[in-house]
C-alpha cells in the first residue's frame, strides 16, 4: 500500500506541476498531498477521509496533515483537478 501510496503522490505532483498548477504561498499542505490522501481514502478507507488523515498522520507521510474540515475545504477546491488526475493515474 505504501508504495502504490508513494507513487501516485510523485505521478500527481510531477502532473500538476506539468499543468502549471501552483500553490497559494500560505498553504501548509500542497495540493498533491491533498489529492494523495482523497485518493487513499477512496482505495482503502471506503472514502473516510478521517481514516485517511489518521494513518498519514500516525506514519508521517507528510510535514502536515490538515484537520478534516480544512482538507474538506481543500479538496473542494481542486474538485476540478481531480478527474483528470484520476484518468492519468488509471492510465499508469
Do not use: W
Amino acid at each position: 500500500m505504501l508504495s502504490r501510496l508513494i507513487a501516485a503522490f510523485c505521478i500527481i505532483d510531477d502532473a500538476l506541476q506539468a499543468m502549471g498548477y501552483k500553490d497559494d504561498p500560505q498553504a501548509k499542505t500542497p495540493a498533491s498531498a491533498i489529492l494523495t490522501l482523497a485518493l487513499l481514502a477512496a482505495l482503502e478507507f471506503g472514502g473516510k477521509h478521517n481514516k485517511a488523515l489518521a494513518l498519514a498522520k500516525d506514519l508521517g507521510l507528510f510535514t502536515h496533515v490538515p484537520s478534516p474540515s480544512r482538507f474538506n475545504r481543500r479538496l473542494h477546491a481542486l474538485y476540478p483537478l481531480l478527474l483528470p488526475l484520476l484518468h492519468l493515474l488509471a492510465q499508469v
